[in-house]
Nanobody, 120 residues
Framework: QVQLVESGGGLVQPGGSLRLSCAGS????????MRWYRQAPGKERELVAS????????MHADSVKDRFTISRDNGKNTVYLQMNSLKPEDTAVYYC?????????????WGKGTLVTVSS
């Protein structure tokens, strides 16, 4: 079965850095684009960043551009989110996501999330 397991969250001061990891299993990791989402308290889940299957193309939300970087290591079946210059408004649960399959048959999978708290 497909599993996505996030790690790396925690408490960090404003201006600090964290690196999140998401380990995927149960599917051919290298075939699929990966995404990071986040959900802050009382807010809707929002897309933070995405990366294509081979890692050749990435997208970052305007709110994190130039501060966050998504990357992947297909040899380790892992996608990363490097977060620098963190702000209190980055506080959220961060989720890893993949849509597998194709055409008329696709399946969406989410990890359980990792909490990032930015506070002094």
């Amino acid at each position: 079965q497909v599993q996505l397991v996030e790690s790396g969250g925690g408490l960090v001061q404003p201006g600090g850095s964290l690196r999140l990891s998401c380990a995927g299993s149960g599917f051919t990791f290298s075939m699929y684009a990966m995404r990071w989402y986040r959900q802050a308290p009382g807010k809707e889940r929002e897309l933070v960043a995405s990366i294509t299957s081979a890692g050749g193309s990435t997208m970052h939300a305007d709110s994190v551009k130039d501060r966050f970087t998504i990357s992947r290591d297909n040899g380790k079946n892992t996608v990363y989110l490097q977060m620098n210059s963190l702000k209190p408004e980055d506080t959220a649960v961060y989720y890893c996501y993949v849509r597998t399959g194709g055409g008329y048959l696709t399946l969406d999978y989410w990890g359980k999330g990792t909490l990032v708290t930015v506070s002094s």
